[in-house]
């Protein structure tokens, strides 16, 4: 008899979590000893962050406990943070224990990318975790009562989003919405609230939309209210507003940057070779450094056949997941692996209640059908890790 | 015949507007012409704020509608902000327009009052409207959110209460109450945050309990983790905390003044002979100056027999209404007035949910029984200006 391989899984997010949840139903009692790790008890999705953001769902709809989700009869789950990862040792440093591992999955996630930009780490805040949107949410309703109390600060109640990707773009949809409710809510003349989007680059929305879908998701957000600042790369920012790069400041009492992602540093910091904190790997997901190691989601860089490296987001984290689960089947039983191929298959992207604009596969989509078939998304991936029930819990009817 | 006299009311606090309610009820038709100007198109209940403050009631159950108090076809209604009241022309200037009256009631209410200490007035909130209060409410969540994020930060999770009178007491007691429900909703150790309440006299309550009621009251607030500074004046307020005589820097993310007021500053500009910002009345509560402006609530200061001013409170400027209001009726029909007699019915302070402490007439009270007493006299004063239906709506069971 052989002792069982041991798997350790770090980060429970798109692709840690979707891993997880694969091998435990395709691997075979004592196949392997699962750990999963991560430093909070829930998962949470990522894709849905602009609402509890913008305050237009509740953050709980953006969360799942982990306990919910795994058997913790057949995957070990630890909640801890992990400090370092010591590959040569095929170890993983924990606040409070070591782990020691055959194959390592890295589900890390990313950080916040604000390419030296002075001031937006201490002042802009962040869509990317259930604190830092509930942060947001909180900090919103706040100018809307510091204003009450100062009238004349209507800088209170501009809004500057830096960053007119994929997030930037479905948070300021989100926030369009919700500013009518607050003004009501809060007796302000909704004149006076005023959404700024921010982008360095010359367009907006998300990379790889065509240009007309392009122009008609930006005609529905600026319909909305929401003022684009295109070629503008965001100089500085202070505790006041932003300064852009042609000397304009906008004074704002909230700025938000969704400017960009990098790798979770830790992997630098264990020696992993990255490209902007993303570990190389090879056609099977797997460090090209440590073969033990597989890397998975926002942590992982993969290059499409052009040479350019796909962009970081849910859906590729959550075939990798599959990949790697897959492999590590196959590795168990002495099989051969499987080379990740991405299978893409379209990108929609919110603008708010009941509009979105998006490509399905090369179909373009807008308007109430393409928000359908964001909700058919969102929907999808609940049923992938939690079955109907979850989808039925955590999906709002709005 | 002659034309009606012409009565404006300045404010809809509880002076202002049991006069308004009063001289509506028992003047006949043609009378007088009455005008009620306020600055909100809402009357608020200053005696419950400390509730919406601390997030422990909405703050809808702190407000009413102006509209749904007074009959707009015997009281003209007027929402706007006074800006001068010119006594010798018998004029009121308000932003909008400029209103002549033969009799005037000035119940403006009360302004906070610093006394001089550095950096309150910027960096204190203070519990003395509703959107003073929303701020207040706002800003509790918004140090819950931030801490969040940045755990490190322990001072985001004290408060500084400044002021351990009656309204200092009664927010502590629903602060105290409600940080163990945002704990629970935030995912914080409770033992985390701190609530001071500091205070410049050498004993906290309001003034005029006993010694072993304020020994019970303190007690409460203790157990529920109140931490008492007293004959610790505030030498000093920045945006990190407050300095203490002695030296002491309590810092913290939330401070909350509520150690003193001064009646508004109006009144002063306006020529009035005040002490502290409060009009010096003859025995009708008409100012020396002008025996056609009667004054009520914070505004008016009143001695009691041994010399000293009555405290401002709620109690006393609803009796000084009904004697205004009673004294311009009599002049409408040429009787005789009657001076204002202070009966003073007691005082109970809410210690947080089903706890108070205090006095009817001389018998002491406290506990259940007190906080029944609150819910009693809270009512009463509901069923005074809006009778039953008021008094359902805006109370809540707890």
Request: aromatic letters at 8%.
């Amino acid at each position: 008899m052989t002792t069982a391989l041991k798997i350790v899984i770090i980060g429970a997010g798109y692709g840690g979590l979707v891993t997880a949840i694969k091998l435990q139903r395709h691997l075979k009692n004592n196949e392997a000893e699962v750990t999963l790790v991560n430093k909070h008890d829930y998962h949470y999705i990522t894709t849905h962050l602009h609402m509890p953001a913008a305050g237009t769902d509740h953050h709980e709809n953006a969360r799942v406990k982990i306990s919910e989700l795994i058997n913790e009869e057949k995957i070990n789950f630890i909640k801890s943070t992990v400090v370092q990862i010591k590959p040569e040792q095929k170890e993983v440093v924990l606040e409070d224990r070591v782990l020691s591992y055959d194959y390592l999955v890295a589900g890390l996630g990313s950080e916040t990318e604000t390419f030296g930009i002075p001031g937006l780490e201490e002042h802009a805040m962040t869509i990317r975790s259930i604190n830092s949107v509930r942060l947001i949410h909180q900090h919103i309703k706040y100018m809307f009562a510091k204003y009450k109390v100062n009238p004349s600060r209507t800088d209170y109640l501009t809004f500057v989003v830096g960053g007119a990707g994929f997030t930037g773009t479905e948070f300021v949809g989100e926030l369009a919405d919700r500013i009518p409710v607050l003004c009501e809510d809060f007796g302000v003349d909704p004149s006076i609230v005023k959404i700024y989007n921010v982008e360095a680059a010359p367009h907006a929305l998300p990379p790889g939309l065509p240009g007309d879908l392009v122009e008609y998701g930006m005609d529905v957000l600026r319909r909305k209210g929401v003022i684009y600042k295109l070629s503008s790369p965001i100089k500085q920012c202070t505790d006041e507003g932003v300064m852009l790069a042609d000397g304009e400041f906008i004074k704002a009492g909230t700025v938000i940057w969704s400017g960009g992602i990098r790798g979770n540093r830790l992997l630098e910091q264990s020696g992993f070779e990255t490209i902007r904190g993303r570990v190389k790997v090879d056609p099977y997901l797997r460090s090209l450094q440590y073969r033990n190691v597989f890397v998975t989601g926002d942590c992982a860089v993969v290059f499409d056949p052009d040479g350019r490296p796909f962009p970081a987001n849910a859906q590729i984290a959550v075939q990798q997941a599959c990949n790697v689960a897959r492999n590590l089947v196959y590795i168990t039983r002495n099989e051969p692996l499987e080379p990740f191929v991405y299978d893409y298959k379209g990108t929609v992207a919110s603008l708010g209640k009941g509009e979105a604009v998006g490509l399905l596969k090369t179909i373009k989509i807008k308007g109430r059908i393409a928000a359908l078939m964001k909700k058919v998304i969102d929907a999808r991936y609940l049923f992938v890790i939690g079955g109907l029930p979850l989808v039925i819990r955590k999906t709002s009817i709005r």
